[in-house]
């Protein structure tokens, strides 16, 4: 830039003395020319000169400088989309960017478009990803009948006809709705949730109702998922069926709920890297072929071993690792709720993300998410 700048002031003074030279070069009489020349240097006044030049070149940087603080951080980055209009549910208590347990798909679609990504989920269903580069971020399941069975959000798109919404604290979403579920059970297994989890489970028309908190902003609402009873019952177990299906499901929904929280705090979302998912999914087969849960595997090779044997140049890289969480969903509020895995999330530097996820021989997944900058 410095040296741009300074080629520009060259380019100026030789603009603005310019007719001089010129008229000395054309000149045939070189003698008359060069006492003319003489004559009309010290004629000039010079520190008239400097100050034009300085007062434009200042000017000229002042906007270099505006350009530069109004440019966007990347080319990834858009212009913000402004909020669309909530209004108090219909039929249920919470909705989510206006969409309801019930509605039927074409309603949805024919109001916010078709999904960017459809991927399979813990349930069985799949999770149709609806955005715009990551603003108005929603994810919906549907059942058979093509009826909404499912929806998340972790952006400001809940509206409720009970006073829930985006940003409440922990406490007063207990004002509202009560006492949290302490378990939820399914024939004759109760399945437990921890009493000082940083989420709580309600039941509510019908629907399980799981409201995630962010504990590095006292505790407020961060994102909701509302699940028909019917969708929760119907899991396969406390994990859901592995499958490859919902191995690429789970990575891919990392990947976007990363993008979809950068989004939140105005940082420019990431780009899928292929050749990262395949180290990061070496990375959680082994740890849950093994039975461990480091950054070092067994070998005693750090991420940045790793994604330098697979041919990975980086300048900055980072790892994130989650397991045993229920879904993607959970690994990624567990993630942020954890001070040095929310860094690796909001990391402006960061430009490419893989995401790698493995089950273990009780279907616990494991998750890593390798980021870096090329």
């Not at 070189?30 to 004629?43: L, V």
């Not at 520190?47 to 350009?67: K, R, Y």
């Amino acid at each position: 830039m410095k040296k741009f700048l300074l080629l520009i002031l060259i380019g100026f003074v030789v603009y603005i003395s310019w007719p001089t030279i010129n008229e000395a070069i054309n000149e045939k009489a070189e003698g008359t020319a060069i006492q003319q020349f003489k004559s009309d240097i010290q004629d000039t006044d010079f520190q008239s000169i400097a100050q034009t030049i300085a007062t434009g070149f200042n000017s000229f940087i002042m906007d270099v400088e505006q350009l530069i603080k109004d440019r966007p951080a990347n080319e990834t980055e858009t212009e913000r989309i402004e909020k669309p209009e909530l209004t108090t549910p219909d039929e249920k208590s919470i909705s989510v960017y206006n969409l309801e347990i019930g509605d039927k798909r074409s309603d949805v679609e024919e109001t916010i478009g078709h999904p960017q990504r459809s991927t399979r989920n813990e349930y069985g269903t799949t999770w149709h990803a609806y955005h715009e580069n990551y603003q108005r971020f929603i994810m919906v399941s549907y059942d058979e009948n093509e009826i909404v069975n499912g929806l998340y959000t972790n952006q400001d798109l809940i509206s409720s006809s009970n006073g829930i919404k985006y940003g409440l604290t922990k406490a007063e979403v207990a004002n509202i709705l009560g006492e949290p579920l302490a378990s939820i059970r399914k024939g004759l297994t109760y399945y437990q949730f921890a009493s000082d989890s940083d989420y709580d489970v309600f039941e509510l028309d019908g629907s399980y109702v799981t409201v995630f908190y962010d504990v590095h902003k006292n505790n407020t609402i961060t994102s909701i998922q509302i699940l028909a009873e019917e969708m929760e019952q119907n899991k396969a177990g406390f994990y859901g069926e592995p499958t490859q299906e919902l191995k690429e499901g789970f990575e891919f929904q990392l990947f976007d709920l990363a993008n979809a929280e950068r989004v939140n705090h105005q940082i420019p979302v990431m780009t899928w890297d292929d050749p990262v998912r395949e180290t990061a999914r070496e990375h959680s087969a082994d740890m849950a072929a093994y039975n461990y849960f480091s950054h070092d595997n067994l070998e005693g090779q750090s991420p940045f071993d790793r994604m330098k044997s697979d041919d990975i140049r980086f300048r900055t890289a980072g790892e994130n690792l989650a397991y045993g969480q229920f879904s993607s969903i959970f690994a990624h509020e567990g993630l942020m709720n954890s001070e040095g895995h929310r860094k690796n999330i909001l990391k402006k530097d960061y430009q490419l993300l893989g995401v790698g996820v493995a089950f273990n021989d009780t279907n616990q997944p494991y998750f890593t998410q390798n980021f870096y900058t090329k």
